[in-house]
């Protein structure tokens, strides 16, 4: 079964099935840096613990890759896609969004590593 997911303040056609996000950028008011619809697969792990965990998590840039953290340790922008995932947000950095394919539980390994 989908899930619906938001999007806020972007100008993107969504769609989320199985586990992977397709979206493609609408002709009116952003001009993407690439003209050709990105597809982003999230690992069901991913979703899981995010689900589970029952926080806000932030995709973001980090100078190892790309990195999932609690809001708590990178707060959201406004250039960040917004995805619900059931009680719990992710949010995905606009910028790493142009250059993911997949969304995994190694991005989130980071941050379990701090909580020991």
């Known amino acids: 079964m989908g899930h619906t997911l938001e999007l806020i303040k972007f100008k993107f056609a ?4 199985r586990g992977t996000i ?3 950028y609408c002709k009116s008011g952003f001009r ?11 690992e069901k792990e991913v979703e899981d613990f995010i689900k589970k965990s029952g926080r ?4 973001c840039t980090t100078c190892g890759g790309p990195a999932i953290y609690p809001v708590e340790y990178t707060s959201p922008k406004e250039s960040d896609i917004v ?8 949010y995905v950095s606009g910028v790493q969004a142009r250059y993911l394919r997949q ?3 190694r991005m989130i ?8």
């Open 22 to 24: 397709k979206f493609k």
């Open 83 to 90: 995805m619900r995932m059931g009680n719990s947000t992710l």
């Open 56 to 59: 806000d998590f932030r995709l």
């Open 14 to 17: 969504l769609t989320y099935s």
């Open 103 to 105: 969304i995994e539980m």
């Open 32 to 42: 993407p840096m690439t003209d050709n619809p990105a597809h982003i697969t999230i």
């Open 109 to 116: 390994e980071r941050y379990l590593r701090s909580l020991k």
